[in-house]
């Protein structure tokens, strides 16, 4: 249902020929798209199943990383400020009210801005805590060589990198609280095998790492 002025700006819009667009989630590229679309004149209404706009951005990036008031939700104020609509809570998959049938019935164009919601288990024996998470991209910053401001000031308060290079993680040890505190590893080191291609071959027998 629309009220007097979104009715108005529904047929303002037909004549115009801009279109009614719905956005299923509100991560990155949905936000990226939404942004784009607003600029062109559509008219634009953007559903989150979480309770917060922009997705990954809020709750995937760590706020070290990422302003999440002065950037992200910013930015998200400034959209809805230009007629955006966004609606939180609102799960396409479960809830009918949000379903693509009712979508494509309001709606000239729908835009799905999804990704998997399970992270691919690691291909090693672990236990799974509460605190493990699948966002590890920052795991591979040894491999080119990247630091952020922990890492200088770990340097500089212990006089070395506190990044261990050439381990293996075997698993992950938690506490009776379910928070990982620990990793069991092993040193291993890059061999070439007989086809040429580089292994990870087993040094040292696996020892307890701990991360606090």
């Known amino acids: 249902m629309y009220d007097g002025g979104e009715?108005?700006?529904?047929?303002?819009?037909?004549?115009?020929?801009?279109?009614?667009?719905?956005i299923v989630r509100s991560g990155p590229s949905g936000l990226a798209a939404t942004n784009q679309l607003n600029r062109l004149g559509h008219s634009v209404k953007v559903l989150e199943r979480a309770d917060r706009i922009s997705g990954l951005m809020m709750y995937g990036v760590l706020n070290m990383k990422m302003d999440k008031?002065?950037?992200?939700?910013?930015r998200v104020d400034l959209m809805e400020k230009k007629r955006v609509k966004f609606v939180v809570n609102a799960n396409v998959e479960n809830d009918l009210a949000f379903s693509l049938a009712c979508l494509r019935e309001d709606h000239d164009a729908i835009i799905l801005d999804v990704r998997a919601t399970k992270p691919r288990l690691l291909l090693y024996d672990?236990?799974?805590?509460?605190?493990f998470s699948g966002n590890t991209r920052f795991l591979t910053w040894p491999r080119i060589f990247r630091v952020d401001?922990?890492?200088?000031?770990?340097?500089?308060?212990?006089?070395?990198d506190p990044r261990s290079y050439e381990v293996l993680t075997k698993r992950f040890i938690g506490d009776e609280n379910g928070n990982v505190n620990g990793l069991e590893v092993i040193r291993v080191q890059w061999e070439k095998d007989a086809s040429g291609r580089f292994q990870l071959l087993?040094?040292?027998?696996?020892?307890?790492?701990k991360l606090y």
């Open 7 to 22: 009715l108005y700006m529904f047929f303002y819009l037909q004549f115009l020929g801009w279109k009614r667009v719905a």
């Open 69 to 74: 008031i002065d950037v992200v939700q910013r």
């Open 126 to 131: 672990y236990y799974v805590h509460d605190s």
């Open 149 to 160: 401001y922990w890492h200088q000031e770990a340097t500089a308060k212990f006089g070395k």
């Open 202 to 209: 087993p040094l040292l027998p696996s020892a307890l790492m």
